[in-house]
């Protein structure tokens, strides 16, 4: 199930993809270990065998689903896929660990509120308690894994803000970038009409490039149920704000025309483009400062996380993995 996918990208730590934004738990604040073993200490923290077997084994419960028990003979960057994961969940909770012991020093938190909605999100994505208990069950994660996993996140990405919260873009540089990429700001207004059969669609289509009037067509047979209220109208949209096959058919179109028939998971869709034009920078001041600011803010970070593990002292015991 999709939902089910989605979460595990919620609950569970990526080996495939560490960054200092993760979403796993750290030796603060976590179970008690059952044994003294050590597998690395960061910024003056122990991390515990017991507790990176408990993150471990929650990791090879989902890589067996997804690719069965044969994952692990695989080899990456010339080691043991197994080899490599153990090694590199090592380095992401050694990385973890150093991002929330910065994170108490400065006092950064999270809310218990933001905490339990999100928990409640993740209830949402399930029909029934036993469900959602059920699916946990199956992935090797408890109840408590789940509010722990959503708490070291949320202190990381507030801490991350918190570091990060006095950078700007420059008007200047907003313009800039506008005018380099504003070719790519187009818009485009267009209707409609959806149809189940490709049989259906054809006799329509004939119709539509032989003049009748698109908008009652669509409304009249469109199984798109909006149809009936707009007649086809989608007003105006701009790149990624359709499904693909939509979008590269609209965009490829002039004011008037009228597309063949373009199939996508929900049907055959005729398509007619009634205006083009390109968005002021009035328009697209907001999304061009979200993409610039995220940059700067990103590319930051790495560095001040760089700097920071640096200076922190790291051990690690690989002979106890």
């Not at 690395?40 to 077997?53: L, R, T, V």
């Not at 690719?67 to 090694?87: C, L």
């Not at 380095?91 to 660990?97: A, C, F, Q, R, V």
């Not at 809310?111 to 992935?139: N, T």
Request: hydrophobic share 40%.
């Amino acid at each position: 199930m999709n939902k089910k996918r989605s979460l595990s990208m919620v609950l569970v730590v990526s080996m495939l993809a560490i960054s200092v934004m993760l979403t796993g738990c750290s030796s603060i604040g976590t179970a008690q270990a059952s044994d003294d073993i050590i597998v690395a200490k960061a910024a003056g923290q122990e991390i515990k065998k017991s507790y990176y077997d408990d993150m471990f084994n929650i990791f090879k419960v989902q890589q067996e689903q997804n690719y069965g028990p044969e994952i692990w003979e695989k080899e990456v960057s010339g080691k043991k896929y197994i080899d490599f994961a153990k090694e590199e969940l090592l380095n992401s909770l050694i990385d973890e660990t150093i991002l929330l012991k910065k994170a108490a020093d400065l006092g950064v938190i999270a809310s218990q509120d933001k905490v339990d909605e999100e928990v409640e999100y993740i209830r949402q994505m399930f029909e029934s308690d036993k469900e959602y208990k059920d699916y946990l069950a199956a992935q090797g994660i408890t109840a408590d894994y789940v509010v722990n996993s959503i708490r070291k996140r949320m202190i990381i990405s507030n801490f991350i803000n918190e570091v990060t919260k006095s950078m700007d873009v420059p008007e200047n540089e907003l313009r800039a970038a506008y005018d380099s990429m504003k070719s790519s700001f187009i818009s485009v207004k267009a209707s409609h009409i959806l149809i189940e059969s490709e049989e259906e669609a054809t006799k329509i289509l004939l119709r539509a490039k032989a003049g009748e009037d698109f908008n009652k067509l669509a409304a009249e047979f469109s199984i798109d149920p909006s149809a009936k209220e707009n007649s086809g109208d989608l007003g105006y949209f701009s790149a990624g704000d359709m499904i693909p096959e939509f979008e590269e058919a609209a965009f490829s179109l002039e004011p008037g025309q009228i597309s063949g028939l373009v199939q996508s998971d929900y049907g055959f869709h005729i398509i007619k483009v009634e205006d083009k034009k390109v968005l002021s920078f009035d328009e697209t001041k907001t999304q061009i400062k979200e993409e610039l600011l995220s940059n700067k803010k990103n590319e930051y970070f790495t560095s001040y996380f760089e700097e920071l593990k640096s200076k922190s002292e790291v051990i690690t015991y690989m002979e106890n993995l």
